[in-house]
């Protein structure tokens, strides 16, 4: 669990899935590279993601989120799983949320004035206002709801997140720096209710979704430099790998600000 709170990075998020065929050139106001689908601006999906630039890919369900990112972030929380993959991890899905898919403004907001009267929030599939919206889809999942404890007399809120299993969690040296890289898959395939208010492809049904998180230190990680962060989520089938995002995002061309 962890207390409520938005990060400051600049992140670049991928969901892609299974049965994306080639590659697309991609230029956001951040950084130009190239991945697997056939991308759009998706502005609808941005609310609440200032200086985000948002792709997506309408026939996979694909999501791209490009933003910025002074420098590595949640490296203890990460390097806690390079021992090996491990099973039932809500930390892991706790960290993956906090890096690259944040729980939306309008949603923490109705969380918190239902939490204020003593009501239990929704779930993020039955607001109206994450209807068709990709990125709240793949949020949800990680999410699993708000819990209420007395402590000192006091309420204290924090999140609660789904177990997930611990795919990959490593430090790399890559062609023009270093990466960390950092891989999970839930535990059970995306709910019923969740695809149908996000309008996600019917190739969802049944699949558990894979997220990774890739952050790139171009001149190595004690260099200084701006991290280029990647963050994707896939259909457990999907042939996207997370040496390939490594790969694109070391040969990316990460824009001055």
């Not at 080639?22 to 991308?39: K, R, T």
């Not at 009501?119 to 949800?140: C, E, H, I, R, T």
């Not at 990959?168 to 890559?174: C, G, L, P, S, T």
Request: charged fraction near 20%.
């Amino acid at each position: 669990m962890r207390q409520l709170g938005l990060p400051s990075l600049l992140i670049l998020t991928i969901a892609v899935c299974a049965g994306v065929a080639h590659s697309q050139q991609i230029d956001s106001s951040f950084a130009d590279l190239s991945v697997p689908g056939n991308w759009s601006l998706a502005k609808q999906f941005s609310p609440g993601n200032a200086g985000t630039d948002v792709f997506y890919d309408t026939a996979t369900g694909s999501l791209l989120l490009i933003r910025q990112q002074a420098g590595l972030r949640k490296v203890a929380d990460i390097a806690k799983f390079f021992s090996g993959p491990s099973a039932g991890n809500r930390d892991a899905a706790s960290a993956m949320s906090e890096g690259t898919f944040v729980l939306p403004v309008p949603y923490t907001e109705r969380a918190a004035k239902e939490l204020g009267k003593g009501s239990k929030p929704p779930k993020m599939w039955d607001l109206k206002d994450g209807d068709g919206n990709a990125l709240w889809f793949y949020v949800s999942q990680l999410f699993e709801d708000y819990r209420v404890k007395d402590v000192g007399g006091a309420s204290q809120v924090s999140e609660q997140f789904q177990p997930v299993r611990v795919v990959k969690a490593e430090q790399a040296a890559v062609p023009g720096g270093a990466v960390l890289l950092f891989e999970v898959e839930t535990e059970k395939p995306a709910n019923d209710a969740a695809l149908k208010r996000f309008h996600m492809p019917a190739a969802f049904k049944d699949q558990k979704l894979r997220y990774g998180w890739v952050q790139f230190a171009p001149g190595g990680i004690a260099a200084g430099q701006g991290v280029l962060s990647v963050g994707y989520a896939v259909a457990s089938n999907s042939p996207l790998t997370i040496e390939e995002v490594a790969k694109q995002v070391a040969a990316a061309k990460i824009k001055q600000l």
